[in-house]
């Protein structure tokens, strides 16, 4: 082991000595950066075994070290350095480690960690700005910082939000605009990436690039929903909207999925003026654990739930989600609006659950959560999750395959979403891929293997069989599904994952990371692709 710890120090310091860079004094146990800004590059082990694990916590890959930068400029340099290495060293950019296949490792390589990179420039964060060409406003934020830093700073500096979430708001700018971004809101907004006007990249070259609609969109789009395959986000130049103040939040249940896709399907065509929500999603969940456990966070011990309605009901069930946004000159109408819309629905009577809080704590609400499971030692624990986009004409198919085939009522081990959004909300141009079809689902297994339990059906390896099970039921039937958040093993995996669009990705790939340097963890180039490729 001893001269693998010695190629290791060799290594790196080739890669400091390509631009000169000074190494510290061994006792700091760490390597400085001089000349571009202060940045860090560290071969502390804590570091690096922090850069080797995610969220995932279903694979690690140890990279030589891990590069604290201060800002773009230091970015570049490192991956300057890299690129002209002789041996090419693989760099990834982390954001907060949520990544859940060992996308953002770099096995041998140099992680760059993007999560304290604003607070070395804290002084200079930017204000929201009004453009009147844009007709609203926005913010300029590093590619590192987390949504909800994101949401405090903007709401105190003006009142103002982002327009798209995610779920979760612990999640890197830049993490989930290489991705998508969805959540409820995404089908009358679109997913973060549809709400994004300018971006600076860091190429596989070592160059930062600006870029937007107008001024370099193929490296735009391309990064955009690109997996980090083209560049590193170090700026994102993300659109806002005034905040409201609250919500109504409402839950109801259904046993007839035709009819709850039916609801969610219009739910989502109600774009523009009249009557609306402002979030609609939903969920899968057993009969029996609903009876058990439906008194969740969602409701306080004064509203206590009766489910009597549901005594004849067994097996699967579905929940709708939706919201509906308020503040002080609409709180006179909300409950009229909210009673005009659930009017039109076909839940099970009496299932119809509400409450009210503010705004900021509906979007953190999966925080929350998050804080009950650490207290329980139930979150650093191993994530197979799956993601799936599924054609709105073959949902019902899927539900009959897979909610009441490979699952059957066994929903146990975490949340599994369901809800549509419209497509002509994303941009053709960016990376993303999704079924061709006008409405099409997100199909999320957030579930969690659950170390030591007497269930074996919450063990690691039952639901990776069960995602598995369920990804050839999909190929078996023709669903037509695509994966979000991809996870595929080999090129020709990839290559099928993006259809017709391959060859444009790959083309961009060339172009921009053509020694294939960049988030190699996802495993989508086994070489550098051929400029050539069209």
């Not at 700005?129 to 709401?155: F, K, M, Q, R």
């Not at 003026?273 to 057993?286: K, L, Q």
Request: aromatic letters at 10%; hydrophobic letters at 40%.
């Amino acid at each position: 082991m001893a001269w693998c710890l010695v190629f290791m120090v060799f290594l790196i310091y080739c890669l400091i000595s390509t631009v000169g860079l000074p190494v510290a004094p061994a006792d700091e146990a760490a390597m400085q950066l001089g000349g571009v800004g202060g940045g860090r590059l560290s071969v502390e082990p804590s570091d690096v075994m922090e850069a080797s694990l995610d969220f995932g916590r279903l694979t690690s890959a140890e990279p030589l070290a891990v590069f604290h930068p201060r800002g773009a400029g230091d970015v570049a340099a490192l991956v300057k350095a890299a690129y002209g290495s002789a041996s090419g060293i693989r760099v990834s950019a982390r954001g907060h480690g949520h990544s859940i296949s060992g996308q953002a490792q770099a096995a041998g390589g140099v992680v760059v960690d993007m999560s304290h990179g604003w607070r070395a420039e804290a002084a200079e964060r930017t204000l929201p700005v009004y453009s009147p060409a844009l007709g609203g406003h926005y913010i300029d934020v590093w590619g590192g910082e987390l949504w909800i830093d994101v949401l405090n700073w903007t709401l105190a500096h003006g009142g103002l939000a982002p327009r798209s979430w995610t779920d979760y708001l612990y999640l890197s700018v830049g993490g989930t605009l290489s991705n998508a971004g969805i959540s409820g809101q995404a089908f009358h907004h679109g997913p973060q990436i549809s709400n994004v006007y300018e971006l600076d990249v860091v190429t596989g070259k070592g160059e930062v690039v600006t870029c937007s609609e107008s001024n370099n969109p193929d490296l735009f789009f391309g990064a955009l929903g690109g997996l980090g395959q083209l560049g590193i986000i170090t700026r994102a130049r993300i659109a806002l909207e005034p905040a409201p103040h609250r919500v109504r939040w409402i839950r109801a249940l259904y046993s007839n999925f035709t009819e709850f896709t039916a609801d969610q399907e219009r739910l989502i065509s109600l774009q523009h003026g009249g009557r609306r929500f402002d979030y609609v999603e939903g969920f899968v969940v057993a009969a029996e654990g609903l009876i058990n456990n439906w008194r969740s966070s969602f409701f306080s011990p004064q509203n206590p739930v009766k489910l009597s309605s549901l005594k004849h009901h067994s097996g699967v069930l579905y929940c709708l989600e939706v919201t509906k946004n308020y503040d002080d000159s609409t709180a006179v109408t909300v409950d009229q609006d909210v009673e005009a819309l659930l009017g039109e629905l076909n839940f099970i009577p009496g299932t119809v659950f509400t409450t009210d809080l503010p705004y900021v704590d509906f979007l953190d609400r999966v925080h929350k959560a998050e804080l009950k499971l650490r207290g329980k030692g139930m979150w650093e624990v191993p994530h197979p999750w799956l993601n799936l986009f599924v054609p709105a004409s073959r949902i019902a198919d899927f539900d009959r395959g897979v909610f009441r085939g490979v699952l059957g009522s066994r929903t146990a081990g975490g949340p599994i979403l369901i809800y549509p959004m419209n497509r002509h909300k994303w941009d053709p141009r960016s990376s993303v891929v999704t079924p061709e079809e006008d409405v099409f689902y997100l199909v999320a297994f957030l579930r969690s293997a659950v170390p030591g339990s007497t269930d074996p059906a919450q063990s690691l390896e039952a639901l990776e069989r069960q995602n598995r099970e369920i990804l050839e039921f999909c190929d078996e039937a023709g669903i037509g599904a695509k994966q979000y958040l991809p996870n595929h093993k080999a090129q020709r995996e990839w290559e099928a994952h993006f259809g017709a669009r391959w060859a444009r990705f790959a083309r961009l790939k060339a172009e921009f990371d053509p020694r294939a340097m960049l988030a190699t963890g996802q495993g989508i180039f086994d070489s550098p692709p051929l400029l050539a490729e069209s």
